[in-house]
């Protein structure tokens, strides 16, 4: 309920400013709808790009406007993407992450992989770590994914020595909650955020994360608050539960799947 409300919240928040961010939404878009097409089997698709592109931009953008319950939105625009097309999406980006921080995790490290979601990064770094157990509030792993696994935080216990937050945080309806909770169990993060930045509007960059989250994981329960900040404020959050900043690396819009500012931060234990 408490998920549902917040969804709807921030569908509400969107569409209220739909007409003065729809043409900054459009590329990202594009860039979206092109990754998927790169991506397809599907020759039609490829024989008509540019016609096809246009109409499902264009019926995407209708779902924005005239769609007002949150959940159907995200049904419709995941029938609009494609099922097939963004599984393999999926598992490109998992690939993707799972090289960019497995650099950063010793390897002797228990981790805690906080907001797993389908579990496909923690499969692709099993065997660089030494345990991984996986955690979400909701629960739509690929099926291979077959690492221990629970929805519920208490039975996590304190064996760790490493989280990794992978595009968790601005997902956490309670992130000071959260992020209280898990500076007190390991002396390591290793986060990956969709930051805010001076280039994209909030509105934009929460449209984004909805059709990446809700428009291509339908049925999976995400909350998306939009709980986005700068690098700075997740620094001072992080600051006053003892953690500090050790390695940082910037790296722009690199997912054209999900065309936000991502930035990995590797935070240590004072
Ligand atoms: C963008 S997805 C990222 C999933 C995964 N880390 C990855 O990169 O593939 C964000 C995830 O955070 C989870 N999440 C949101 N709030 C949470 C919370 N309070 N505790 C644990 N997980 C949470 C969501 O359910 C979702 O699976």
Same mark, same amino acid.
């Given at each position: ?25 459009? %590329?990202? $878009?594009?860039?979206?709808? *092109?990754? +998927?097409?790169?991506?397809?089997? /599907?020759? @039609?698709?490829?024989? #008509? ?53 497995? %650099?950063? $995790?010793?390897?002797?490290? *228990?981790? +805690?992989?906080?907001?797993?979601? /389908?579990? @496909?990064?923690?499969? #692709? ?146």
């Amino acid at each position: 309920m408490l998920i549902k409300s917040a969804n709807q919240h921030l569908w509400a928040r969107i569409r209220a400013g739909f007409n003065q961010y729809k043409p900054i939404l459009y %590329p990202y $878009i594009l860039l979206m709808v *092109r990754e +998927l097409e790169r991506l397809s089997d /599907d020759a @039609q698709n490829t024989r #008509n790009t540019v016609v096809h592109r246009r109409q499902l931009i264009e019926s995407i953008l209708s779902v924005f406007e005239h769609t007002i319950d949150e959940q159907t939105a995200a049904f419709r625009v995941n029938k609009l993407l494609g099922h097939h097309r963004i599984d393999k999406a999926l598992t490109q980006r998992a690939c993707l992450i799972a090289e960019q921080i497995t %650099p950063h $995790i010793p390897p002797t490290s *228990r981790v +805690l992989s906080f907001g797993c979601g /389908d579990g @496909q990064v923690d499969w #692709n770094i099993q065997n660089q770590v030494a345990s991984i157990q996986l955690y979400d509030v909701a629960d739509y792993r690929q099926p291979h994914v077959t690492l221990p696994f629970t929805t519920e935080r208490k039975r996590l216990g304190n064996d760790f020595d490493v989280a990794t937050l992978i595009a968790v945080w601005h997902h956490c309806i309670d992130y000071q909650d959260e992020i209280s909770w898990i500076t007190k169990r390991v002396d390591q993060l290793v986060v990956i955020e969709s930051v805010l930045d001076d280039i994209m509007p909030w509105e934009v960059q929460a449209a984004i994360d909805w059709l990446y989250n809700r428009g291509m994981h339908a049925g999976a329960n995400i909350p998306v608050p939009g709980h986005f900040h700068t690098v700075q404020e997740w620094e001072a959050i992080l600051a006053k539960h003892g953690f500090a900043v050790g390695s940082q690396e910037d790296y722009g819009i690199d997912i054209p799947l999900v065309p936000e500012h991502h930035v990995l931060m590797v935070f240590n234990k004072q």
